[in-house]
């Protein structure tokens, strides 16, 4: 009965906050449950395309910082920004989350990896995917968003989270992108230094041994989180164990190759891939 009650309050409180802006900004608080049946409520923006015909949907999922505090201080990237403009450019809605334990989400940090010796990538994997999975059941219910053609672009540990959503085969969602996406880089705060990438190449097996669905991975030669040598660990593993992706390894970025795709510029690099993967006009 108490489980009952709280999902009733959490779907009345998942009523969105009045659209702003010229690409109609909301603030929507996404019900989910986790892994002990507890309902969670995640921050959630949403942007829309200017038709009023039901548009494509795009989950936009963010990464992790390496600095624990600095996970509550995270919001959605606006509307106007380059990346997410980009989709709402060429017709999509866009929805970004913020799992549980960041942003204005808070509450618990369920997707930890574990200690560095015994990390767990799975496992934060899968965690992160039970969010998305949540928002995509929400945002594909809205009004305005079609139920079909879904599209999940993660970036950092969102791209990580996206190769665990592939391993989900979730019959509405069309494409799966990969921008710089793995866990455990940048370990003690050293740039170009990452925890346990045995166990990353491992974990990326793992998923690729249930996803069906064809990926879009997209990483530059300069990524200090990911460098090249791990990257490719991570798809020979995904693909070895029956995974589907097309791997763009790209020259270097900017000073650190890993902030690509939120990168000024970055949508002129990244934006022919994606269109091609999306078979867009």
């Known amino acids: 009965m108490a ?66 505090a600095d996970r509550l201080t995270m919001r959605p990237a606006a509307c106007s920004s380059e990346a997410v403009r980009w989709f709402l450019e060429r017709g999509f809605v866009t929805v970004q989350a913020m799992r549980r334990g960041y942003g204005d989400t808070g509450g618990s940090y369920d997707e930890s990896s574990g200690t560095c010796s015994a990390a767990d990538y799975e496992a934060s994997g899968r965690e992160s995917a039970r969010d998305i999975a949540a928002v995509v059941d929400y945002a594909a219910a809205l009004p305005y968003a079609r139920r079909d053609g879904v599209v999940l672009v993660g970036q950092s540990a969102g791209g990580w989270a996206t190769l665990a959503m592939a391993a989900r085969n979730d019959p509405r969602v069309a494409a799966y992108v990969d921008m ?22 491992l974990a990326a097996g793992r998923f690729g041994a249930s996803a069906r669905a064809p990926m879009l991975w997209v990483f530059a030669a300069n990524d200090s989180y990911f460098a090249p040598d791990i990257v490719q660990a991570m798809y020979a593993a995904f693909t070895a164990a ?40």
């Open 180 to 201: 710089a996406g793995g866990r455990g880089g940048h370990v003690h705060l050293q740039a170009n230094a990452n925890c346990r990438p045995d166990q990353l190449a």
């Open 3 to 68: 489980r009952a009650l709280l999902l009733v309050l959490a779907l009345a409180l998942c009523a969105a906050a009045p659209a702003s802006g010229e690409w109609r900004q909301q603030i929507h608080w996404i019900p989910m449950r986790d892994g002990a049946g507890a309902v969670r409520l995640l921050y959630s923006q949403v942007c829309r395309p200017k038709t009023e015909a039901p548009a494509r949907l795009v989950v936009i999922s963010h990464g992790s910082p390496p600095v624990a």
């Open 242 to 281: 029956g995974g589907r992706a097309d791997l763009h390894q790209l020259a270097p970025f900017g000073t650190d190759g890993h902030r690509l795709f939120w990168g000024r510029g970055g949508s002129k690099i990244w934006g022919p891939l994606v269109e091609r993967t999306l078979a867009l006009p």
